[in-house]
């Protein structure tokens, strides 16, 4: 009992660690979820607008849609491909819904506009291109789900929402357990022809959902497939009611899926989607790539709108065809000025250089030589240069930053050092073992609790699964490492021993814990402030406070168990004579 009172500070430390690391986790998911991006403005300009390549421009976006999925079941989207641009696109991290819908419809990237999560709908800070198209007198419209008109509601001329109920049996769209939601897909499709025949607008964006839904719900399987399926027959109906020799349909998806179902990580299934473009100007395009951010762009470009002015992305020029060569080097004029404008917030708010002003009136001087294909070249020339340099810029301030937080595993090292020196080896192995037996269970348990090897906000459906995933193997693994090595390492010592070997096992459980906190800050820090933290490394620093949370939760238990199995101690003044002895000089023995 008197070993249990001694070591129990000990163990209410740990405890405290632990509330910490449930702190620090809940902290670090409030600044995602309510991160306010530096960039974000409304205060810039659009350049001036190029000649419309297209009467209307339809944005089809299919939920969750795998690119093989896309390429295997659906006929009606293939012939697509056969008649137009067949586009591998990329989606921004985190690969939610909702901040893909805000890049979809912006070309900003999560890190510019905003949007990181799906709890967090609200009015965009930034341009959008259904701002610009109803600045020059086009229409807009939608039919989808509600978190669109959230982002976009202002600039919106005719939507249709899925509609919301209090009452989940009641809601068609929102309970994935009605029968009807099946049938809403079709719905979907009806509205849009409906909004095509009697609205005629500019630009349509398309929403279907229930691909992410089955996914959700049962993985990338047969019902996946067959959801894909049904949407892919609202498609065919979509582009039937179009005229493809006056507009263009574009294809997409917000994020893909992995095979158990599930995004917003890393995964090329979660992050790769298909972009398929048909209609007028349109031209196979090969082996073409794009970003999300590029949808958008190419929009606004066909629809002779002014780009976003927030907007990352390019024109598919690749995928384009019959543009004549003027327009074609006054809308890069047009995108380098709507870029130079955004990115001298965007770099000099990172302690970058600001692009230089003067350099799109030389670029505007080279147009007046109206040797087109040249002018294009130099453009392009500078727009690559520009996307360099915020690349640049960014990585500079993000290595800066990482090299800062290197002190804090460095320092640990340091601490661990000078708390162990003068100890005995034995000691030493002891925590080292206690340590990395802790790390590599737990890590065993959240693997077998995950079904696979997924360090990924795409095995997350809510804080939850962290709960199960990081705290609880946490915790289990602090019972095992602190019952076996009591029964396998502390048999072998002496009486006066035991006590510090049990400190030696808690604390190098501790020690592993705090430094792979420390670790897995260094690449996307501790804080969410001028930029968004790499996805995979925020999810095992947000792994690693949980596990850090269960291992002080059942601090006081482990404690209880060691007693409990470690060998019986001699006399317990015997015992700390033996200690005292162990402390003093040789020449006083």
């Keep these: 009992m008197r070993n249990y009172l001694n070591l129990l500070p000990l163990a209410l430390l740990i405890l405290l660690l632990g509330l910490a690391g449930?702190?620090?986790?809940?902290?670090?998911?409030?600044?995602?979820?309510?991160?306010?991006?530096?960039?974000?403005?409304?205060?810039?300009?659009?350049?001036?607008?190029?000649?419309?390549?297209?009467?209307?421009?339809?944005?089809?976006?299919?939920?969750?849609?795998?690119?093989?999925t896309s390429r295997q079941v659906m006929p009606q989207l293939n012939g697509l491909r056969q008649r137009g641009a067949d586009v591998v696109a990329q989606v921004g991290r985190p690969s939610y819904s909702l901040p893909g819908y805000a890049v979809l419809g912006t070309g900003a990237w999560q890190e510019v506009n905003g949007i990181t999560m799906n709890s967090s709908p609200r009015t965009l800070r930034v341009d959008s291109l259904f701002h610009e198209v109803r600045q020059t007198g086009g229409k807009t419209a939608l039919v989808g789900y509600s978190w669109w008109a959230d982002l976009f509601g202002p600039d919106l001329s005719v939507k249709w929402t899925n509609p919301a109920s209090d009452d989940p049996a009641k809601d068609t769209f929102g309970n994935l357990n009605n029968p009807s939601q099946t049938h809403r897909d079709l719905i979907i499709a009806d509205e849009a022809v409906r909004i095509l025949k009697e609205e005629r607008p500019a630009l349509l964006y398309v929403h279907f959902q229930d691909v992410d839904k089955q996914g959700h719900l049962h993985g990338v399987g047969a019902a996946y497939q067959e959801a894909a399926q049904r949407i892919d027959a609202g498609i065919g109906r979509i582009v039937a009611a179009m005229d493809l020799g006056k507009s263009v349909v574009m294809v997409t998806a917000d994020h893909g899926h992995i095979a158990p179902g599930g995004h917003g990580g890393w995964e090329d299934e979660a992050l790769t989607v298909p972009l398929v473009m048909a209609g007028k100007g349109v031209q196979s395009c090969p082996d073409c790539r794009a970003t999300q951010a590029d949808i958008p762009t190419t929009a606004a470009f066909l629809l002779g709108a002014p780009f976003p002015t927030s907007t990352q992305g390019r024109v598919l020029w690749q995928a384009l065809k019959d543009i004549p060569g003027q327009v074609q080097a006054q809308a890069l004029l047009n995108l380098a000025q709507t870029q130079r404008a955004f990115n001298a917030v965007y770099i000099t708010r990172m302690g970058g250089p600001n692009p230089r002003e003067d350099a799109i009136r030389e670029l505007d001087s080279i147009l007046a030589t109206r040797q087109w294909e040249d002018s294009s070249k130099t453009i392009q020339a500078y727009l690559n240069d520009l996307f360099a340099l915020a690349r640049a810029t960014r990585n500079n301030h993000l290595l800066g930053q990482q090299l800062l937080l290197g002190i804090l595993p460095a320092l640990l090292l340091l601490l661990g050092i000078w708390v162990q020196a003068g100890r005995p080896e034995w000691r030493l192995g002891l925590a080292v073992q206690a340590g990395l037996a802790w790390l590599i269970l737990s890590h065993l348990m959240y693997l077998a609790l995950t079904g696979g090897f997924y360090y990924s906000l795409s095995v997350v459906n809510g804080v939850g699964d962290f709960v199960w995933r990081g705290l609880l193997p946490g915790a289990i693994a602090t019972l095992i490492v602190c019952v076996g090595l009591a029964r396998w390492r502390l048999q072998t010592l002496a009486p006066a021993h035991i006590r510090s070997a049990q400190q030696a096992i808690l604390l190098g459980i501790i020690y592993v814990a705090l430094l792979q906190v420390a670790v897995a800050a260094i690449p996307s820090g501790i804080w969410v402030g001028w930029t968004l933290p790499d996805m995979l490394w925020s999810y095992v620093q947000f792994l690693a406070f949980f596990q850090l949370a269960g291992l002080g939760i059942v601090a006081p238990v482990a404690l209880l168990l060691l007693q409990m199995v470690s060998p019986p101690a001699a006399v317990e003044e015997k015992v700390a004579e033996e200690e005292h002895d162990y402390r003093r000089p040789a020449s006083e023995v």
């Excluded at 419309?52 to 690119?67: C, M, N, S, T, Y």
């Design 22 to 68: 449930l702190g620090l986790a809940s902290y670090m998911q409030t600044q995602l979820v309510d991160y306010h991006s530096p960039y974000a403005t409304t205060s810039l300009s659009p350049a001036p607008a190029t000649p419309a390549i297209v009467d209307q421009v339809v944005v089809i976006v299919v939920d969750g849609l795998r690119l093989d």
